[in-house]
């Protein structure tokens, strides 16, 4: 879902469960919403809030809000907007996180996603003087090492998804069609048919002539 919906840019909600025994946060699913640039869209935004939590909620989907996620390039967010937004939803749940999804680095066959939270230190912050400057930063030894701090991303498949990947196993013959030969594999074998081709064609020239000469 994040990379499917990951392609358009504006946040997104995600929906989860907080393990407090473990001391784990799951997501398992979210949805997008519109751009909200004006009072229509909120208000449709709203409405369809609910109602997805409705829904969740009557097939016994987790539906609690646990953050947002966005995408991005290259680790470009971190700009003032996504610190108000992380700082807001942090004010309503002290476990609530900022998945970053990496579109560009997907696309080279590495899944990119992280996940963000401010840290104590910044948080106390941006929560006595949301206006800070660099000096209020500096003062209270805040750089960019230590602004955010990034919580472990374990990816897990649900039972039906790893039903079907055994099911597609079973099925799958030694050739494997999900993977595309390198450009140094691919340019070798089309030397070697086309080295085939030549003697074909040269035996076929022989065997012209020895029809003639009979």
Not at 87 to 99: G, Q, S, V
Not at 100 to 120: C, E, M, Q, V
């Amino acid at each position: 879902i994040f990379a499917e919906f990951g392609k358009q840019w504006y946040q997104r909600r995600v929906r989860g469960l907080i393990n407090e025994n473990k001391r784990i946060l799951e997501v398992t699913h979210c949805f997008p919403l519109m751009n909200s640039d004006t009072d229509e869209s909120m208000e449709i935004n709203r409405e369809h809030m609910l109602e997805m939590e409705r829904s969740l909620r009557s097939v016994n989907i987790d539906y609690q809000q646990v953050g947002f996620y966005q995408s991005t390039y290259l680790n470009t967010h971190c700009d003032r907007n996504f610190l108000d937004s992380v700082f807001d939803y942090l004010e309503e749940m002290n476990e609530a996180i900022a998945i970053i999804y990496d579109p560009l680095k997907t696309k080279l066959g590495h899944l990119s996603l992280r996940a963000f939270k401010l840290s104590g230190r910044a948080f106390q912050l941006y929560k006595a003087e949301k206006d800070f400057t660099a000096e209020m930063l500096r003062d209270n030894s805040i750089t960019f090492e230590n602004l955010f701090q990034e919580i472990p991303v374990v990816v897990k498949n649900s039972s039906l998804t790893n039903v079907l990947l055994c099911e597609l196993d079973s099925v799958q013959d030694s050739t494997s069609y999900f993977t595309l030969p390198t450009s140094s594999y691919l340019e070798k074998s089309m030397q070697l048919l086309l080295g085939g081709l030549d003697e074909i064609n040269q035996d076929l020239l022989k065997i012209s002539k020895f029809q003639k000469a009979v």
